[in-house]
């Protein structure tokens, strides 16, 4: 019998079957459609005709025609092409125009052709920045209050822009541009991407003609998840062949503009270039980190130390500036995960290891650079860099994820797993190469944050707000080389746009009335005097229960941690700092003006009613991540997946986390050395597959890339029919929240392997490397074979996921009599 026409399995794992039944309908027999009686008493194109302005007549010869609605719309008299380099987790002493250590000869290029701003703000989180330089709106207004995967359902943080948030690619669409978008997004909703999911807020349908990148927050640099327009795709190539997304990204780059320009040459142009540089993981080619061999080998205190000097020699920063401490003062300013080690208190093997992790670092950093300048090369050489604005900038400071310790696997952090020095020191060599999913350590987050406190997620201090931005328009912007110190956010960049294109924000979008522009524009600045006063009066900052405001120059800060999960706001305290004579904020002013305090904090709480910040949420990142929200689909114990498929994000995947499993696959082996990967999710740094290989079944559980792995296997496998599986018990947590409890491997009803096994708390990678059946997608699971591993020498009919109680014999038997048939 074969294997469509039996569907016990399929009713098993779904809970729901189609049975076709008997039809009374005729064969050919018309459709019947009641009529309504007024539908004749007007013409359909009654309307239509209405708003034709031509001539009709009976002859064509006579007629006029009229082609004013299908008019393709001009952008106004000699618009600016605009290209936006959008970095990651990158703070103001990174740099080299900055005075930092990091050698960016593209930059150094357009700074030296343009203006480099001092003092541009953020959110101090990518999301929520991202949206603001998509809109103009504040963050929470774009219900962006943190990152997509933590959204919590009220209306600043519900993870959706809004339809009252038009996005500045639809305005230029509107205006007579061509929009392109490469690289990262990380503002589709989390539980949208998905291939059958809705595409409402995918970047084809918010205003982008084409996109090639990725959605997520993050992304293997050597094996990305990624997106062409509105399907997922593989990479073109492979490590070995030379492949590294940073060269992807400026090859596609390239190849939308070629081809613009080859098509529509008169239109105008505007792309978002968002590579993966610098957010974890850090990879990058060999030959770009050997250029940093020992430059890192004083410490990241050295580090300050020296880059506040030539901030103050280059006039970054004004004399006088102090560095702030290197550590938070108490725990009510930070994550205890986010504390610095000082470098004088690490053994010889962690200065080693932390100093080859921050080359690692300055070589992606650098090696995007360069990737970047090849674009710019194009546009030079074929005449266009002229008429473009081209902004450089960073989206928040650095990120101190990797803890005080680093990591060669980030996922560790994001299951709450440590690092240990022993097992870091292993991967001393591949550093940056596909074999890690490294992190550098909080110090070099905050060194390359300074002079200022903290990095990335801490709002209320300019290490997290306070980043790179360069604008160079060698037609449009006089001044070179210069540098500029107003105050200004990343809400700003919209407006900037608008005013330099022509173009306005409508006050009504596709019949949605607009929430106003949060920012304001810069132009001013592009011939003003570099000390000249700002256009900017107020800015709110919220992120993860950490606050602050900027207004007229002073700047408040909540004493509050991240994640603390206490929710106790009205205890917090505030510290206050003229900011515009201590760009540090290092001399807390607050004792001494009390009444500024209280005079700001009612300007905080009325930007908040304002912007929709409330409700503050300072719950920890398992909460947040495990906050419910709806979805497309109804919860459910029971899943079952196809070969043929594209890989399916851990978003929307079975979520075996944190409870017992099944896993079971119909699969007929026709050819007695059939092999490869029955199901696979994750990669080497986390994940599981079962597989076929050496005639034998396995199932490995690849915990956090810890080796050794978990591995299970049976006896010989002859051709035939059978239903192979696995199932996990889940007994206990362990010391770091991993689940302990026992493995079965079988064969049809047959235990063939058992023993202990731990799984991860939280998910296999944020990279994607998606739940795949048949064949395992990007980078390999297990060490055992190499993708894509195709299923060869048989047939998989289904395979199925059961995170219910009932048991593995049960749910066996109804496998078998779907996989022999009734």
């Given at each position: 019998?074969?294997?469509?026409?039996?569907?016990?399995?399929?009713?098993?794992?779904?809970g729901s079957v189609f049975i076709p039944g008997p039809s009374n309908a005729v064969e050919n027999e018309p459709t019947k459609?009641?009529?309504?009686?007024?539908?004749?008493?007007?013409?359909?194109?009654?309307?239509?005709?209405?708003?034709?302005?031509?001539?009709?007549?009976?002859?064509?010869?006579?007629?006029?025609?009229?082609?004013?609605?299908?008019?393709?719309?001009?952008?106004?008299?000699?618009?600016?092409?605009?290209?936006?380099?959008?970095?990651?987790?990158?703070?103001?002493?990174?740099?080299?125009?900055?005075?930092?250590?990091?050698?960016?000869?593209?930059?150094?290029?357009?700074?030296?052709?343009?203006?480099?701003?001092?003092?541009?703000?953020?959110?101090?989180?990518?999301?929520?920045?991202?949206?603001?330089?998509?809109?103009?709106?504040?963050?929470?207004?774009?219900?962006?209050?943190?990152?997509?995967?933590?959204?919590?359902?009220?209306?600043?943080?519900?993870?959706?822009?809004?339809?009252?948030?038009?996005?500045?690619?639809?305005?230029?669409?509107?205006?007579?541009?061509?929009?392109?978008?490469?690289?990262?997004?990380?503002?589709?909703?989390?539980?949208?991407?998905?291939?059958?999911?809705?595409?409402?807020?995918?970047?084809?349908?918010?205003?982008?003609?084409?996109?090639?990148?990725?959605?997520?927050?993050?992304?293997?640099?050597?094996?990305?998840?990624?997106?062409?327009?509105?399907?997922f795709v593989e990479p073109p190539a492979t490590p070995e062949e030379g492949y590294h997304l940073s060269k992807d990204l400026?090859?596609?780059?390239?190849?939308?503009?070629?081809?613009?320009?080859?098509?529509?040459?008169?239109?105008?142009?505007?792309?978002?270039?968002?590579?993966?540089?610098?957010?974890?993981?850090?990879?990058?080619?060999?030959?770009?980190?050997?250029?940093?061999?020992?430059?890192?080998?004083?410490?990241?205190?050295?580090?300050?130390?020296?880059?506040?000097?030539?901030?103050?020699?280059?006039?970054?920063?004004?004399?006088?500036?102090?560095?702030?401490?290197?550590?938070?003062?108490?725990?009510?300013?930070?994550?205890?995960?986010?504390?610095?080690?000082?470098?004088?208190?690490?053994?010889?093997?962690?200065?080693?290891?932390?100093?080859?992790?921050?080359?690692?670092?300055?070589?992606?950093?650098?090696?995007?650079?360069?990737?970047?300048?090849?674009?710019v090369d194009y546009l030079e050489e074929t005449g266009q860099l002229d008429n473009t604005i081209v902004i450089y900038a960073?989206?928040?400071?650095?990120?101190?994820?990797?803890?005080?310790?680093?990591?060669?696997?980030?996922?560790?952090?994001?299951?709450?797993?440590?690092?240990?020095?022993?097992?870091?020191?292993?991967?001393?060599?591949?550093?940056?190469?596909?074999?890690?999913?490294?992190?550098?350590?909080?110090?070099?987050?905050?060194?390359?944050?300074?002079?200022?406190?903290?990095?990335?997620?801490?709002?209320?201090?300019?290490?997290?707000?306070?980043?790179?931005?360069?604008?160079?328009?060698?037609?449009?912007?006089?001044?070179?080389?210069?540098?500029?110190?107003?105050?200004?956010?990343?809400?700003?960049?919209?407006?900037?746009?608008?005013?330099?294109?022509?173009?306005?924000?409508?006050?009504?979008?596709?019949?949605?009335?607009?929430?106003?522009?949060?920012?304001?524009?810069?132009?001013?600045?592009?011939?003003?005097?570099?000390?000249?006063?700002?256009?900017?009066?107020?800015?709110?900052?919220?992120?993860?229960?950490?606050?602050?405001?900027?207004?007229?120059?002073?700047?408040?800060?909540?004493?509050?941690?991240?994640?603390?999960?206490?929710?106790?706001?009205?205890?917090?305290?505030?510290?206050?700092?003229?900011?515009?004579?201590?760009?540090?904020?290092?001399?807390?002013?607050?004792?001494?003006?009390?009444?500024?305090?209280?005079?700001?904090?009612?300007?905080?709480?009325?930007?908040?009613?304002?912007?929709?910040?409330?409700?503050?949420?300072?719950?920890?990142?398992?909460?947040?991540?495990?906050?419910?929200?709806?979805?497309?689909?109804?919860?459910?114990?029971?899943?079952?997946?196809?070969?043929?498929?594209?890989?399916?994000?851990?978003?929307?995947?079975?979520?075996?986390?944190?409870?017992?499993?099944?896993?079971?696959?119909?699969?007929?082996?026709?050819?007695?050395?059939?092999?490869?990967?029955?199901?696979?999710?994750?990669?080497?740094?986390?994940?599981?597959?079962?597989?076929?290989?050496?005639?034998?079944?396995?199932?490995?559980?690849?915990?956090?890339?810890?080796?050794?792995?978990?591995?299970?296997?049976?006896?010989?496998?002859?051709?035939?029919?059978?239903?192979?599986?696995?199932?996990?018990?889940?007994?206990?947590?362990?010391?770091?929240?991993?689940?302990?409890?026992?493995?079965?491997?079988?064969?049809?009803?047959?235990?063939?392997?058992?023993?202990?096994?731990?799984?991860?708390?939280?998910?296999?990678?944020?990279?994607?490397?998606?739940?795949?059946?048949?064949?395992?997608?990007?980078?390999?699971?297990?060490?055992?074979?190499?993708?894509?591993?195709?299923?060869?020498?048989?047939?998989?009919?289904?395979?199925?996921?059961?995170?219910?109680?009932?048991?593995?014999?049960?749910?066996?038997?109804?496998?078998?009599?779907?996989?022999?048939?009734?």
């Open positions: 019998m074969k294997f469509g026409r039996s569907f016990g399995f399929l009713v098993l794992l779904t459609v009641a009529s309504d009686a007024s539908a004749d008493s007007q013409s359909p194109s009654e309307g239509k005709a209405a708003d034709f302005k031509g001539i009709i007549k009976t002859d064509i010869r006579d007629s006029k025609p009229d082609w004013t609605p299908f008019t393709p719309k001009k952008a106004p008299e000699g618009a600016p092409n605009i290209l936006f380099v959008l970095y990651d987790d990158t703070g103001l002493a990174a740099w080299s125009p900055y005075g930092g250590g990091i050698n960016m000869p593209t930059l150094d290029k357009l700074a030296a052709n343009g203006l480099t701003y001092t003092n541009w703000h953020t959110t101090a989180l990518c999301s929520p920045t991202r949206s603001t330089l998509l809109t103009g709106r504040n963050h929470h207004l774009n219900g962006m209050a943190g990152i997509t995967e933590v959204a919590t359902g009220f209306p600043g943080s519900n993870g959706h822009i809004p339809k009252e948030c038009a996005t500045i690619g639809q305005v230029l669409q509107d205006g007579g541009y061509s929009t392109f978008w490469v690289g990262k997004n990380h503002n589709v909703p989390e539980q949208d991407v998905a291939s059958g999911a809705s595409r409402e807020r995918w970047p084809l349908n918010m205003g982008f003609d084409r996109f090639y990148g990725f959605l997520g927050g993050e992304t293997n640099q050597w094996y990305p998840d990624l997106t062409e327009d509105n399907r400026a090859d596609q780059a390239i190849k939308m503009v070629k081809d613009h320009r080859s098509s529509n040459p008169s239109r105008p142009w505007y792309m978002w270039y968002c590579p993966g540089a610098n957010h974890a993981p850090h990879h990058a080619p060999e030959e770009y980190i050997a250029k940093y061999k020992g430059k890192f080998d004083d410490g990241y205190e050295a580090y300050r130390e020296h880059v506040l000097a030539r901030m103050i020699e280059k006039g970054i920063m004004p004399e006088g500036t102090e560095l702030t401490p290197m550590n938070p003062m108490s725990e009510d300013v930070a994550d205890p995960a986010d504390m610095v080690r000082p470098w004088d208190s690490l053994s010889a093997d962690e200065k080693k290891l932390f100093s080859k992790m921050m080359e690692v670092f300055a070589g992606f950093s650098e090696y995007t650079d360069a990737q970047v300048g090849r674009v960073a989206d928040n400071g650095t990120s101190g994820e990797g803890s005080p310790n680093g990591s060669v696997n980030e996922n560790k952090f994001f299951n709450g797993f440590p690092d240990t020095i022993e097992e870091n020191m292993k991967y001393m060599d591949v550093l940056g190469s596909p074999d890690t999913y490294n992190h550098f350590p909080t110090g070099w987050a905050m060194a390359t944050s300074a002079p200022f406190r903290m990095f990335k997620r801490y709002s209320q201090y300019a290490g997290g707000t306070v980043d790179p931005l360069v604008i160079s328009w060698p037609k449009g912007i006089q001044a070179k080389g210069e540098l500029r110190h107003q105050y200004h956010h990343s809400v700003d960049i919209v407006p900037t746009l608008l005013e330099i294109t022509g173009l306005e924000m409508p006050k009504v979008y596709e019949g949605v009335k607009q929430y106003p522009l949060s920012g304001k524009s810069m132009t001013y600045t592009f011939e003003a005097e570099p000390d000249a006063a700002t256009n900017r009066h107020v800015q709110y900052y919220t992120m993860f229960g950490t606050r602050g405001l900027w207004k007229d120059g002073w700047m408040i800060s909540s004493l509050h941690s991240p994640f603390s999960n206490s929710g106790d706001y009205e205890k917090d305290e505030w510290e206050l700092y003229h900011v515009a004579e201590d760009r540090a904020q290092s001399k807390n002013l607050a004792e001494k003006h009390p009444e500024k305090v209280k005079e700001l904090v009612a300007a905080y709480f009325e930007e908040a009613e304002k912007n929709l910040v409330l409700p503050i949420d300072d719950r920890s990142p398992a909460e947040l991540l495990t906050t419910p929200r709806p979805t497309n689909e109804p919860p459910s114990d029971r899943h079952v997946y196809y070969p043929g498929t594209s890989a399916i994000p851990e978003g929307v995947a079975a979520n075996i986390r944190g409870r017992s499993y099944k896993i079971m696959a119909n699969v007929e082996i026709t050819d007695a050395d059939a092999s490869g990967v029955l199901f696979a999710h994750g990669s080497r740094f986390g994940g599981h597959s079962l597989f076929l290989k050496d005639k034998k079944l396995h199932y490995v559980y690849n915990f956090l890339g810890i080796k050794p792995e978990q591995h299970f296997e049976s006896e010989e496998l002859k051709p035939g029919k059978y239903t192979l599986g696995v199932e996990f018990i889940r007994e206990k947590s362990g010391e770091h929240g991993e689940h302990l409890g026992k493995t079965k491997l079988y064969v049809n009803d047959k235990v063939v392997d058992s023993g202990d096994m731990k799984t991860q708390p939280a998910k296999f990678t944020l990279s994607g490397d998606g739940m795949c059946v048949g064949w395992d997608s990007a980078d390999a699971v297990t060490e055992q074979y190499e993708t894509p591993a195709r299923f060869e020498g048989g047939t998989i009919q289904a395979v199925g996921i059961d995170t219910g109680e009932e048991s593995y014999e049960n749910l066996e038997l109804e496998a078998q009599r779907a996989l022999i048939g009734h």
